[in-house]
Each structure stands twice: as structure tokens, then as C-alpha cells.
């Protein structure tokens, strides 16, 4: 069977320092041979739940709003492993990257859809708030039971223009140690 990755970019930009750490977490899986996909989900057409509870009513695995979320889902409920990044934005995950995780935690929650999943947050800033936005993405993988490898450092990147995450050298050898800890457990929990 093979091991199948997903990589989300929470980033409005899509080349820029988010998609860099995830790239950078993409080689190393790729390497180990696991089937990778950045997707972006930053600037997509993906509202906000509206707690309408049509998913708890009906309990199908789907959201009552038909946006670019559809799609996304479907691919998270495939994969394997899940990375989230974000950027920062006045200290918090980019309105995207929440719209995303909340309906797809509250339609997939309730049927066990993450269960024992491997993967984890890394988020990236010019300068303050990494942590908390890595605080707040952990938050939606821990309630959806998430198997969740640490790192060398935590998974935080420091850079504000596009590329300029590529000069913070422990930034990406902590996102490259997480990648290898995603393989080493992936390996594990499918011997
Ligand atoms: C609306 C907005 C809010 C931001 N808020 C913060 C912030 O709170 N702290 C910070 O250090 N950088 C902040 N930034 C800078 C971005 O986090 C930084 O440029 C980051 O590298 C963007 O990642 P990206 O290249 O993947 O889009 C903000 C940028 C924007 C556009």
C-alpha cells in the first residue's frame, strides 16, 4: 500500500516562505518514496463554517456549502500524512487555513476521519506569533487525533519577503528533522 502525503498551504502566495517549508518537507518524503501534493488552500474560495449543522445531522462526511472546500476534503480524507503551514497574519493562521480545518474537523470529527493520521503544523512570520499559530493549528490536530512527531526546534519559520525563509537555516533543518520523523513513524506504524 502505498503512503500518500498531503501538504497544505495556507499561504494566500503561492510560492512563497509557507510553500518553501513545505517544500522542504516534500523532499524528504518524497525521497522515502511517499506520494506528496502541496495544495493550496490559501486564497481559494473556502468560506468559514456556518454552523449550520447540516454535517452533525446527517453524519455523510459532507459540508452543506458547496465551495473549493469539496475538493480539498476529499484529498485530506485520502491522505496518510498531513502537514499544515500558515503564515502568520496579526499573530494567527491565515483566514483560509482556519476556514478549511474547522469544517473539515467538524464534518470529519464525528465519523474518526483523522484518527490516528500522522502529521503536524509549521507556521512562518517576519517576525513574532509563530508560536501561536503554531499553538492554534496543534490545537485542530490534537482534537482530531493526530499522531504528531516532534522536531529539533518546533516546526517555525522566520522571513517576510518570498525566499527570504531560505536564510533562516535552523527553520529549515527543524522542518527537514520533522519530514524525517514523519517518514521514520510512518515506517513504523505500517511494518
Ligand atoms: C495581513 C498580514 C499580517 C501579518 N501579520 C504578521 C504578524 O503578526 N507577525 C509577523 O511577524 N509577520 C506578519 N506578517 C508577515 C508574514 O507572516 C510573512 O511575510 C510571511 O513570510 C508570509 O508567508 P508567505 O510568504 O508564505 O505568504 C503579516 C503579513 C500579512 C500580509
Redesign the pocket.
Known amino acids: 500500500m502505498s503512503i500518500k502525503a498531503l501538504l497544505i ?5 503561492p ?7 513545505l517544500e522542504t518537507c516534500a523532499e524528504v518524503l518524497q525521497a522515502a518514496n511517499i506520494e506528496t501534493e502541496i495544495m493550496q488552500v ?1 486564497g481559494r474560495n473556502i468560506k468559514g463554517c456556518t454552523a449550520c449543522g447540516y454535517c452533525r445531522k446527517h453524519q455523510d462526511g459532507k459540508c452543506s456549502i458547496s465551495d473549493d472546500f469539496t475538493e480539498c476534503f476529499a484529498k485530506i480524507r485520502e491522505a496518510d500524512i498531513v502537514v499544515t ?8 493562521a ?1 483566514p483560509e487555513t482556519m476556514a478549511f480545518l474547522d469544517r473539515a474537523g467538524y464534518v470529519g470529527r464525528p465519523l474518526g476521519y483523522f484518527s490516528r493520521k500522522i502529521g503536524g503544523p509549521l ?8 508560536n501561536f499559530t503554531y499553538a492554534q493549528l496543534m490545537y485542530w490536530y490534537m482534537i482530531n487525533e493526530f499522531i504528531v512527531p516532534g522536531s529539533s526546534y518546533w516546526n517555525v ?9 531560505n536564510s533562516d537555516e535552523e527553520g529549515i533543518k527543524t522542518v527537514r528533522r520533522f519530514a524525517e520523523n514523519l517518514v521514520w513513524l510512518s515506517e513504523k506504524l505500517n511494518a
Open positions: 498551504n495556507g499561504s494566500p502566495r510560492q512563497g516562505n509557507t510553500y518553501i517549508m490559501g503551514g500558515s503564515p502568520v497574519y496579526f499573530g494567527s491565515t507556521s512562518v512570520a517576519r517576525r513574532a506569533g509563530q519559520g522566520f522571513g517576510r519577503e518570498i525566499g527570504d525563509v
